[in-house]
């Protein structure tokens, strides 16, 4: 089944022509429980979206788009859309978790006992801002970054743990936590140097163990979150690798790179465990002329953990299944640059540089007993220590998804 365009969102300013008239949408958002969207729109802004929608809102919002009417997404439950004004352009973005304030504390930014949300914007100059969502309103920043903070990783456990990608090729971790605050500001607990590049992306592992780190060079690296040290190199691409992702379960990581591949590694290892080209759809042109414009700009991961989705160069979003080694599913769409699933399933949100945001129908998928019992295991299971265990080679196989 052909994803089908459920809404698009557009800027709702003109365009401003001076050096901050940038209109790419960079990065896309939902926090984890997906209540809120997040867009980098262009402009220096950021907007907010109450995301209490389900499908029939969304398609409730595409027949508004096609009558004419205004498609944006309207406030739900008291919560009200807001514009974020960054003073610069905005490259990445970051939801998380914010603890809330203990007795006896006097903290403004949360209610006592009561979490709040908050969202975490990369910005050109190097700076981190960190808003509350609910009101809106600027916390902090966070400055430390000699140019653009290009990504964004909050720890997925829940932990004040923040991982930030730079073009001056380093990655920084910072602790928001209230003991990493100090009259200086916010910890930075370890610079992480290694790349040679400009560093494109980072991201975590659900298990909160290790860090993925992608830059403008044919190698990703792989960072330890204990010990914030270099745990190896991940080589095989032909080109800059741009874009990565782990596995809900942790035990596969994708790279995405311009050489128009994705490459499934196991991350304990380092094993290549296959590779997804990006051919063009007609079979009659020559790939080797066209694979310039396959050159992929992002990759992520289902919630469930058994489809892929890419988007490349060649205007296409394609989604994967685990299993298979060509996609199952196209989408034609213009200039994407980053995607990202609702952290529910069912629908995939793109951001384009023209600044628009669409989304899309994601294949809706009932997960097998093997499959939900495989990714409980390796939860908490390292290939290693599944390969110890005295079971059967071929379930051995299976549990390290090694029987595609």
Same mark, same amino acid.
């Not at 991961?301 to 979003?317: I, N």
């Given at each position: 089944e052909e994803p089908v365009l459920l809404a698009e969102?557009? =800027?709702?300013? =003109?365009?401003?022509?001076?050096?901050?008239?940038?209109?790419?949408?960079?990065?896309?958002?939902?926090?984890?429980?997906?209540?809120?969207?997040?867009? +980098?729109?262009?402009?220096?802004?950021?907007?907010?979206?109450?995301?209490?929608?389900? @499908?029939? @809102?969304?398609c409730k919002t595409s027949e508004r788009k096609s009558r004419g009417g205004k498609a944006e997404a309207r406030s739900h439950g008291g919560a009200k859309e807001k514009m974020l004004e960054c003073g610069q352009i905005v490259w990445?973005?970051?939801? +998380?978790?914010? =603890?809330?304030?203990?007795?006896?504390? $006097?903290?403004?930014?949360?209610? $006592?006992?009561i979490p709040c949300l908050v969202l975490a914007?990369?910005?050109?100059?190097?700076?981190?801002?960190?808003? @509350?969502?609910?009101?809106?309103? *600027?916390?902090?920043?966070?400055?430390g970054h000699q140019d653009v903070v290009r990504d964004l990783s909050f720890a997925p456990n829940g932990s004040p743990i923040l991982v930030s990608a730079s073009r001056d090729k380093t990655l920084r971790v910072w602790?928001?936590?209230?003991?990493?605050?100090? $009259?200086?500001?916010?910890?930075?607990?370890?610079?992480?140097?290694?790349?040679v590049q400009w560093v494109y992306c980072c991201s975590i592992s659900p298990d909160c163990s290790m860090l993925c780190s992608a830059a403008g060079e044919k190698s990703a690296l792989l960072w330890s979150m204990r010990s914030y040290t270099l745990i190896r190199r991940l080589e095989g691409?032909?080109?800059?690798?741009?874009?990565?992702?782990f596995s809900p379960d942790s035990?596969?990581?994708?790279?995405? +790179?311009?050489?128009?591949?994705?490459? $499934?590694?196991?991350?304990y290892t380092g094993e290549q465990l296959r590779t997804l080209r990006h051919v063009p759809l007609h079979s009659t042109l020559d790939y080797s002329s066209e694979i310039h414009t396959s050159s992929l700009r992002s990759v992520c991961?289902?919630?469930?953990? *058994?489809?892929?989705?890419?988007?490349?160069?060649?205007? *296409?979003?394609r989604i994967w299944a685990l299993e298979l080694r060509s996609p199952v599913a196209f989408a034609p769409m213009t200039?994407?640059?980053?995607?990202?699933?609702?952290?529910?399933?069912?629908?995939?949100a793109t951001g384009t540089r023209d600044g628009h945001v669409q989304f899309w129908t994601a294949p809706r998928v009932l997960s097998s007993l093997k499959h939900l019992c495989r990714k409980a295991l390796r939860t908490f299971l390292t290939t290693y220590q599944v390969l110890a265990l005295p079971i059967p080679r071929k379930l051995k196989e299976f549990l390290t998804y090694r029987t595609f």
């Open positions: 969102l557009k =800027p709702g300013r =003109p365009q401003r022509y001076d050096w901050k008239s940038s209109c790419e949408t960079w990065s896309v958002a939902f926090s984890p429980d997906g209540a809120w969207f997040a867009w +980098s729109q262009g402009h220096c802004v950021v907007k907010l979206i109450p995301w209490p929608l389900g @499908e029939a @809102e969304l990445g973005l970051a939801f +998380s978790a914010w =603890p809330a304030a203990e007795e006896g504390e $006097m903290d403004p930014t949360c209610a $006592m006992g914007t990369g910005l050109n100059d190097g700076q981190i801002k960190v808003w @509350e969502v609910q009101t809106g309103h *600027l916390l902090f920043s966070l400055l602790d928001l936590s209230r003991d990493g605050r100090s $009259m200086q500001g916010w910890r930075q607990v370890q610079v992480l140097s290694g790349h691409h032909q080109s800059s690798v741009v874009s990565c992702d035990a596969l990581l994708v790279t995405a +790179s311009y050489d128009a591949c994705v490459i $499934m590694w196991d991350p991961f289902s919630p469930e953990g *058994l489809y892929l989705a890419t988007v490349a160069d060649d205007r *296409l979003l200039n994407g640059l980053c995607c990202i699933y609702f952290p529910h399933g069912g629908f995939i």
